[in-house]
């Protein structure tokens, strides 16, 4: 009886019914036209950038973006200020959600509610409260960069947490903490031999979000006048059309090529194992299904 | 609409004396002729024909992949047939379409709307058929107390066990007053004491409403035990149709014998006079018997109680196994050549009965059936 | 969406009682509370306190005092205006971006197809983070005034600069919104789309519902939830967005983000340096009222999840 139940279950996994019909012609339309709508600005970017004199393909606008040192320096500090935000990012929350699961299990929906505190306050009155509050501390804080690495952690927050949290989650923290305290390791040789490549993928998929959300953040950097790639980017498209185009079709290529890059990178190694109760990390829209679950656990968190 | 709609206010208006949501009336006819159904490749209906008359609850048993739930939800409405009708009270339904069929369906299982209460989902077939309010939730009410869940009204389904849940869906399936009341498997997916508890309920409320029933499920015991007749499918066709005895101890082939309670294959030869040797025995050929010249070799299919097995260090058989249900013992046996046999023995005698004991077996009673050998044996 | 999922559950009456084991000893909770401190501190630091200095500020007058000036001023003439524009974009972009977002959702839920879920779901993570000024570029070389659709669309004899449209106003900047805003609604709606049970349609229309019913009374029901979280969180994004905003109308339409930006930027009349404070205030405002709201509708909707 059990061999036929078991056979049933297979049968049924194997050819789903889907749950309501969906005539074939109306659900093509709508796939279509999504496709079309989010492909004709891409495709049309890039022939607005790369189309030279009587429609031939041109690469002269590149030369002009190769040639533009501020734009270049605004890549090196948005890169500098990536590399901050993932570091600062990753050793404030790891230890954090560790600490919660581990010793706190009755804080987490606090912590959730608390990650999602960034969405209440926009980033352009973030900057007002920053100018007004941090303005008679030294040059230091507000005269660089670093400022925008210590406020995109925060803002990255909603989203970076539950990257974080969901791996955190995921694995057995309780058994694993005392299996290798048992065997004599510290708390410094358990979290970096044990816990941290159990951790990978969701360290990845975190340190990509904040490099994502740095590479594109615009409001603050310009607020502040700093010149990052975003606020660069900016300038050109106020003299320069076809350059500013052609270096946003460059952008959210290479973004996009880091986002599945990362995706499939974080996607190898120990943490296979676990892939089922992660399907944060399981996918390559591993960012958006963290932005996904800020707003799910939004729309619990707050009622 | 559907004539249910007419037929509803009949008992909406009178409270009923006792929980028991409308006076017993006799249930409608259903035929099913010569349906045909195929996906793809899968032949699902091969040409199966069906009447249950009316009050009357057709079990249908069969292994998986057998027809049995396509048949259903051609019922139903849910599934379209290639070919043949199907007829509820003399008319045919089959080009309409499930809202408009008035029959009541519990599935396998988490068919409850999450987002309303028990009672809620109870009322919910009344609320489209546009019943008052209150009216609607008194009967809903009624119903939740004839499956014996009125304290549950307020429950949502995630806070209900799984027994629970199939309560409820009973109770809405049956709160718009079918002409027909169709269930697909729905004790599968509950543990074994809720099951026949259940079962017996299902039968218990079938009764006294009188209500046609088809029954589909992959459990014998369940079959056997809840039907007026039971209905083997095998392969998209009815293999035999007849009252559980009837099925148990007439099968009408080898599937059926062998999909029905548990048997034992034993090799035997024809012998002169509609005899067949068996064991060492000339035993009569049962009546079912195709003819076969005397000295073919062929199966005869036997039941465990028709088997004895006593301990003899001269015996053929050696026990394997062996598995106390109460009076009974059963008893599992090897055979020279590998062939395995099971026997049901009294409780005493099973003592001396040990798995490794040699044992002498014979066959006491009538067998099934005599086939030809099966080729794959094992 | 933390409910016990009920497979084969039990009956649950709602207990709050789930603490964990350090709950019961304040001493050790406090010890354990520690080591939160330094996310707990960092979070004060760089967000609280910014954000309790916009609100303090929003009610002090330039020498310090308590006023309603700068909240009086902030709710009128050109800002006022600006917080309509903001409400109407926002409402807009959020209700069409939640609508088409859970019909995409629908129709791929319907296919079977794997690789198809996978381009989508791949695609939208990846659309929903591009937003800001690379996404603005982009539409402008598509739709705007010589974009290379416009040009297209000219040549047919349809240019649709000369039938109202103008990807600088209100329903242009709606457009580029739900660019970021559908791929996002996509990934909330499509596991709750998905796991609608197919039983449930099934059982619906057994009791006697027609199509539309069976959506009406169980469908549509069944992912308000889903649907109100998401919504109130497009609202709010699309409230809060101001790069894609700053380029587009480079100030042609008054949005409240853009009017706190050129303030900061120095276009302060005297008198009036709080007056951003007052904005941001009321932008947080806006927020904490919309999250409210939701809450009160999520708690009739989401009853059942309970």
Not at chain 1, 26 to 32: A, M, S
Not at chain 1, 248 to 254: D, F
Not at chain 2, 182 to 209: F, N
Not at chain 3, 171 to 176: D, E, K, N
Request: glycine residues 10%; charged residues 15%.
């Amino acid at each position: 009886m059990a061999a036929l139940a078991g056979a049933r279950r297979r049968q049924r996994a194997a050819a789903p019914r889907t749950a309501f019909r969906v005539g074939r012609t109306t659900r093509w339309v709508v796939l279509v036209l999504t496709g079309l709508y989010f492909l004709v600005p891409i495709v049309a970017s890039g022939r607005y950038a790369f189309e030279g004199n009587g429609g031939a393909f041109s690469l002269a606008s590149l030369g002009l973006v190769a040639r533009d040192t501020a734009l270049w320096d605004g890549v090196v500090t948005s890169l500098e200020i990536s590399a901050g935000t993932a570091l600062i990012t990753l050793l404030l929350l790891v230890p954090t959600s560790i600490w919660i699961n581990l010793r706190l299990p009755s804080w987490r929906r606090t912590m959730e509610n608390l990650t999602l505190l960034p969405l209440v306050v926009p980033a352009v009155v973030l900057v007002l409260g920053i100018l007004t509050s941090f303005r008679n501390l030294p040059g230091l804080l507000l005269g660089t960069p670093v400022i925008l690495a210590l406020e995109y952690v925060v803002l990255a927050l909603p989203y970076t947490y539950r990257a974080i949290d969901s791996g955190v989650r995921a694995i057995d923290l309780h058994t694993l903490v005392e299996a290798s305290r048992s065997l004599g390791a510290g708390w410094v040789q358990c979290f970096r031999l044990v816990l941290l490549p159990n951790l990978r993928g969701s360290i990845f998929a975190a340190a990509f979000l904040s490099v994502g959300f740095c590479l594109g953040e615009f409001a603050i950097a310009n607020l502040l006048t700093f010149n990052t790639f975003p606020t660069r980017l900016y300038e050109v498209g106020t003299e320069y059309a076809t350059e500013a185009v052609t270096v946003s079709v460059l952008g959210l290529v290479v973004t996009w090529a880091v986002l599945l890059g990362i995706s499939a990178l974080g996607g190898r190694g120990p943490r296979r194992r676990g892939a089922a109760g992660l399907p944060l990390l399981s996918d390559p829209a591993a960012s958006g299904e963290a932005r996904a679950a800020a707003v799910a656990d939004a729309g619990t968190g707050s009622s | 609409m559907s004539d249910g709609a007419a037929v509803l206010p009949l008992t909406l208006g009178v409270a009923p004396p006792r929980p028991l949501p409308a006076a017993p009336r006799r249930g409608v006819r259903v035929e099913v002729v010569g349906c045909h159904r195929r996906f793809g490749r899968v032949v699902a209906l091969d040409g199966v024909s069906l009447t249950i008359e009316p009050g009357e609850l057709i079990a249908l048993l069969g292994p998986s992949g057998c027809g049995k739930t396509t048949l259903l939800r051609a019922l139903a409405g849910l599934e379209e047939l290639d070919q043949g009708a199907v007829r509820i009270g003399g008319s045919d339904i089959s080009r309409q379409s499930p809202h408009q069929r008035n029959l009541g369906m519990v599935f396998q299982a988490y068919s409850l709307f999450p987002h309303l209460t028990a009672i809620s989902n109870v009322a919910f077939g009344l609320r489209l058929r546009r019943v008052e309010r209150t009216a609607r939730r008194r009967r809903a009410a009624e119903l939740l107390e004839l499956v014996g869940l009125a304290a549950q009204a307020d429950r949502f389904p995630h806070q209900m066990s799984g027994g629970q849940q199939q309560r409820v869906a009973l109770a809405r399936a049956l709160a718009v007053e079918p002409r027909v009341l169709l269930l697909d498997e729905p004790l599968s997916a509950l543990d074994a004491k809720v099951r026949s508890q259940l079962r017996d309920e299902i039968r218990r409320i079938q009764l006294e409403l009188g209500i046609t029933t088809l029954y589909v499920t992959h459990d014998q015991d369940e079959a056997l035990s809840i039907a007026d007749r039971v209905g083997v499918m095998n392969a998209g066709r009815l293999q035999q149709l007849d009252v559980p005895m009837a099925v148990y101890d007439h099968p009408v082939n080898a599937f059926v014998a062998e999909f029905v309670g548990s048997v034992s294959r034993l090799p035997a030869t024809v012998g002169p006079a509609a005899t067949v040797e068996v064991l060492g025995r000339r035993i009569p050929l049962p009546a079912s018997t195709p003819a076969h010249p005397e000295g073919t070799p062929v199966d005869v299919l036997v039941r465990p109680e028709a088997l004895r097995a006593r301990p003899d260090p001269g015996g053929l058989g050696m026990v394997t196994g062996r598995s106390f249900r109460g009076a009974v013992s059963r008893i599992d046996v090897v055979l020279p050549g590998g062939v395995r046999a099971a026997a049901t023995v009294a409780g005493a005698e099973a003592i001396a009965l040990g798995p490794g004991v040699a044992v002498a077996v014979e066959v006491v009673g009538a067998p099934l059936f005599v086939t030809d050998p099966r080729r794959d044996a094992g | 969406m933390d409910t016990t999922p009920s497979a084969g559950g039990r009956a649950l009456p709602s207990s709050g009682l789930a603490p964990g084991r350090a709950a019961r000893h304040p001493g050790r909770l406090l010890r354990h509370a520690l080591g939160v401190g330094p996310f707990l501190c960092y979070l004060t630091l760089f967000l609280i306190v910014p954000s309790a200095a916009v609100v303090t500020s929003a009610f002090q007058s330039p020498s310090g005092g308590f006023t309603w000036a700068n909240i009086r001023a902030s709710l009128s003439g050109v800002y006022l205006q600006a917080y309509g524009g903001s409400l109407e974009l926002s409402a807009i972009a959020a209700l069409a971006s939640a609508v088409l977002g859970t019909i995409i959702a629908v129709a791929l839920a319907s296919s079977d197809r794997p690789l198809l879920h996978r381009l989508v779901t791949t695609g939208c993570g990846v659309m929903a983070n591009t937003g800001g000024l690379p996404l603005a570029f982009a539409f402008i070389a598509s739709i705007g005034n010589f974009g290379i659709v416009t040009e297209m669309l000219s040549a047919l004899g349809f240019n649709p600069y000369d039938h109202g449209f103008s990807l600088y106003s209100l329903a242009g900047l709606a457009i580029v919104y739900c660019y970021f805003l559908i791929p996002l609604m996509v990934l909330v709606m499509l596991p709750a789309v998905q796991a609608l049970r197919q039983e449930w349609f099934e059982a619906a229309a057994m009791l006697g519902a027609r199509r539309r019913q069976c959506w009406q009374l169980v469908g549509i029901p069944v992912l308000a939830p889903a649907f109100l979280a998401a919504l109130m969180v497009l609202f709010t994004d699309a409230f809060a967005a101001y790069a894609t905003a700053d380029v587009l109308t480079q100030g042609s339409i008054g949005l409240v983000p853009i009017e706190i930006g050129s303030l900061i930027q120095g276009n302060v009349l005297a008198g009036q340096q709080n007056l951003g404070d007052a904005l941001g205030f009321g932008m947080i405002l806006v927020v904490v009222v919309v999250g409210v709201a939701y809450a009160v509708l999520q708690r009739r909707a989401a009853r059942w999840q309970r």
